[in-house]
């Protein structure tokens, strides 16, 4: 117990290191690389920034990439018809798609167009579906890299009363499916729910989805509180910050993930492993 700093870079470059291992060996026996398609429209400068992260995150790992940008007026039309031919493409094995899209072209649609055997992200209905009922194909990268921290950190999922803040279909449901699957005893909480202190000091495990710069101080953690900041957030000053206020919050709480440095990383990683388990399965 007592504030530990949860090094996600560190364990990020562990787990590319072990895709690497793995893609060389694919290398070896005579098979392709594994091969990641990225499809950005318009320029969001931080979308711009994650791809950028992406495409090195593959070099790391020897997996082929591919990046095609298209502008912020493409039809969706025109996005669905790149789909399909990716989807086709017997040498491309994840498709990724950069959200948030230009407005005006609807997500849901455009991840119901990736084939699910090629959805690195696992947004796609089925593969949501598979995790939920306990027989994933691909796990969510955030969500994955979170229960890969906590694990790494040494907390104990199983029992543990976890308390997730947020619910979006990219982080706040999923990650709770993954700790409940890990035996976790879980509630996600949301912007209606009542005394949000009461129910955050409960738990052992906290996970803050919430994009609002450093809203959680001391006042809602439990002493000795796993804490997980996934917020990617702006202060005052512009500087990144997560939803966790962590100076005020790293004197009593356990383990807890700093922003940037955390989670970030650790979602690129997962992407890479879940790239991988395309090509594995594309065999
Ligand atoms: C780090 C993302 C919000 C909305 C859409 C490393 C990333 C971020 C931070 C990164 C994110 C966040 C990604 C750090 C991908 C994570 O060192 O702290 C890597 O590239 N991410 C995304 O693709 O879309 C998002 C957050």
Request: proline share 20%; no cysteine; charged share 20%.
């Given at each position: 117990m007592g504030a530990c700093v949860i090094d996600g870079k560190a364990l990020a470059a562990k787990i590319r290191s072990e895709v690497a291992n793995e893609c060389e060996k694919m290398v070896a026996s005579g098979k392709r690389r594994p091969k990641l398609c990225v499809i950005i429209a318009g320029d969001d400068p931080a979308s711009k920034v994650y791809v950028r992260n992406k495409q090195k995150a593959c070099g790391d790992c020897g997996i082929d990439s591919e990046t095609i940008e298209l502008p912020g007026t493409v039809t969706k039309e025109e996005l669905f018809s790149l789909i399909d031919e990716k989807n086709g493409d017997?040498?491309?094995d994840g498709i990724l798609v950069q959200l948030p899209l230009p407005r005006g072209i609807d997500e849901k649609e455009v991840i119901l167009r990736i084939s699910p055997d090629k959805d690195v992200d696992c947004f796609h209905p089925v593969n949501v579906g598979r995790v939920y009922t306990g027989d994933?194909?691909?796990?969510?990268c955030t969500p994955a890299g979170i229960i890969e921290l906590l694990k790494y950190a040494g907390v104990t999922i199983s029992g543990a009363n976890c308390v997730v803040v947020g619910r979006s279909n990219i982080v706040g449901k999923p990650v709770s499916a993954l700790l409940l699957a890990e035996n976790g005893t879980v509630t996600t909480a949301h912007s209606k729910t009542r005394d949000l202190k009461k129910v955050t000091r409960e738990a052992d495990i906290l996970v803050a989805a919430i994009?609002?710069?450093?809203?959680?101080?001391?006042?809602y953690i439990k002493p000795g509180a796993a804490v997980i900041d996934v917020g990617m957030d702006r202060d005052e000053n512009g500087k990144l910050c997560g939803d966790v206020d962590f100076d005020d919050v790293a004197g009593i709480c356990g383990p807890i993930t700093p922003v940037?440095?955390?989670v970030g990383p650790m979602t690129v990683a997962m992407l890479m492993k879940n790239t991988l388990k395309a090509a594995m399965i594309r065999k």
């Open positions: 017997g040498n491309v994933p194909l691909f796990l969510p994009g609002k710069p450093k809203f959680f101080n001391r006042e940037p440095g955390g």
